[in-house]
């Protein structure tokens, strides 16, 4: 698992991904895993992350970032 991450950070990288756009969309496909898991129970997905229940679905309604190149 971890080998599969840093390839992907690696790529990143490359990519010219910002730190605060990758955190961003890491958390998003974190939490839209977590919740698919729930079969899209927010309760319950929040219950598994440790956050209320409010917090998951505003971070769910935020836009989601567009991973582009840092020029």
Known sequence: MREKLRTLVAEMVRGGIPLELARREFERVYLEEVLAAHEGNQCAAARELG????????????????????S
């Open 51 to 70: 956050i209320h229940r409010n917090t998951l679905a505003k971070k769910l309604e935020a836009p989601a970032g567009r991973l582009r190149r840092v």
